[in-house]
Nanobody, 119 residues
Framework: QVQLVESGGGLMQPGGSLRLSCAASGSMFSINAMGWYRQAPGKQRELVATITSGSSTKYADSAKGRFTISRDSGNNTVYLQMNSLKPEDTAVYYC?????????????WGQGTQVTVSS
């Protein structure tokens, strides 16, 4: 089985910074991509940022210029550095990974970590 374990959420004032981490473990052949999604109360889950095995990145417009996604391939870990946080960034943040196991690629999700931006 594969597990994604997130850490780093919490309460932060507007303008502050947080760093989320997500480590993948378990039986896997390779990780094609990892990323972060978020879901605010009453809203659908939305993309925040993704990074491929080739280090290509994609960001939501709301994250561009403020958030940076990176990965440590050796440790199967992805990070999300969030700067200049705004109240509208408040959400549960979910780690995502597209992982190849034998012939197929499967999607995996973490349990979610709460990020609250408030004064």
């Amino acid at each position: 089985q594969v597990q994604l374990v997130e850490s780093g959420g919490g309460l932060m004032q507007p303008g502050g910074s947080l760093r989320l981490s997500c480590a993948a473990s378990g039986s896997m052949f390779s990780i094609n991509a990892m990323g972060w999604y978020r879901q605010a109360p009453g809203k659908q889950r939305e993309l925040v940022a993704t990074i491929t095995s080739g280090s290509s990145t994609k960001y939501a417009d709301s994250a561009k210029g403020r958030f940076t996604i990176s990965r440590d391939s050796g440790n199967n870990t992805v990070y999300l550095q969030m700067n200049s946080l705004k109240p509208e960034d408040t959400a549960v943040y979910y780690c995502y990974a597209a992982i190849r196991r034998t012939l197929y690629v499967y999607d995996y999700w973490g349990q979610g970590t709460q990020v609250t931006v408030s004064s």
